[in-house]
């Protein structure tokens, strides 16, 4: 650990807002499952959707019964704030997919729980920023926060959205990647290490997003979840009991490090194989969930992915193994290929869609695609 104020000769790195931290020299698991409780403590009250709940007389409000494993939801934040501490040290790491439900989904919590994570991990409240009007001007701002290498980057209020963006998939899984300068020709390489997190009401992730991400839900279980009794200051609360939430983590990290032969694995997650060593290995030994057990599901969100699920079992329905001719194909099959009926040419695109598997693999018409 380096703690150090200004330019530190020995890093080459400068330093800012670095707090003097006691940790254990060789954690116990016991000091590691008391940090894991302060942690669940200090965010009992965010509604994380599937954890057990109970009522706390002294807030009078209903909050996560710490007394019961951590769930899914739960699981995915811890991993997220654990992410966040040692972000800067990890080659690459997933982000942070921060949800709630559609219709009554404001007021949970989803943009002061990023605060509250990058206060402990960064010392700062990240700059939120929107997606703007179409997917190429979502690119344009993703790329201009990344070149002004913040620690975090915030994407809020993505509501009802299936998020596709080339520039975030290759951020978080290439170094460096490579993104075109706003108003020039030319590409520069990122060699990002910030912290993602995106929120929105509604929100899901094409396929090829969906294993990037952590994914936590938030569901308060009520109409208007804005109108729930909290004391203020949760946030300048957070910030005075910075340092011992952040060696609270940094106690799991290490005692995850001087453990690491003798932990349990969870499922393997390609281009993330540190981070799970060094984040969501210890969680995981420590009664946690695995959050890449989110991953599937995630993926059979993907509007894109469900229509071709679809117009598999309604093709094998309507036309077996045979082959068939666009002109030929049934109308059941059409309404799903073209929706918007742009005719012959168009439907005869889908033979890129790879409908050929449905003559080698009948069985697909009954299971999701990719199994």
Known sequence: ???????????????????????????????????????RNAFRTFPFADAPRCRDASLAVEIIDVSCPPGRDESAFLNALLTAVCRA????????????????????????????????????????????SDRQELDKRLAAELIEAQPALFLDNANGVVLRSDTLASVLTERPARVRVLGQTRMVPLNSTAFVAITGNGLTVTEDLAR??????????????????????????????????LVACLTIWRWGRQNATLLPRGKPLGSFETWAEWCRDALLALGCRDPVERIEALKANDPRRQRIAELYRTWW?????????????????????????????YLATFRQMDCRHLRTHPDRASRPLGA
């Not at 936590?216 to 340092?243: K, N, T, V, W, Y």
């Not at 329905?317 to 040419?345: W, Y």
């Open 89 to 132: 040290s990890l080659w690459l790491a997933p982000g942070l997919l921060l949800t709630a439900p559609a219709v009554s989904g404001a007021g949970t919590g989803k943009g002061l729980l990023v605060r509250a994570i990058c206060t402990i991990a960064f010392g700062i409240r990240p700059r939120a920023f929107t997606m703007g």
């Open 317 to 345: 329905e309507n036309h077996g193994p045979a082959p068939t001719k666009a002109s030929d194909l049934a109308e059941p099959v059409k309404a799903i290929a073209d929706p918007q009926g742009r005719g012959r040419q």
């Open 212 to 245: 990037r991400f952590n994914h936590c839900q938030l569901d308060a279980h009520c109409e208007d979840p804005e109108l729930r009794q909290f004391g203020s200051g949760f946030l300048d609360q957070i910030e005075r009991r910075r340092d011992e939430l």
């Open 1 to 39: 650990m380096r703690e150090a104020d200004g330019y530190d000769p020995e890093t080459g790195l400068w330093c800012c807002g670095v707090p003097r931290l006691k940790l254990p020299v060789r954690p116990s698991r016991g000091e590691a499952e008391a940090a894991l409780m302060q942690l």
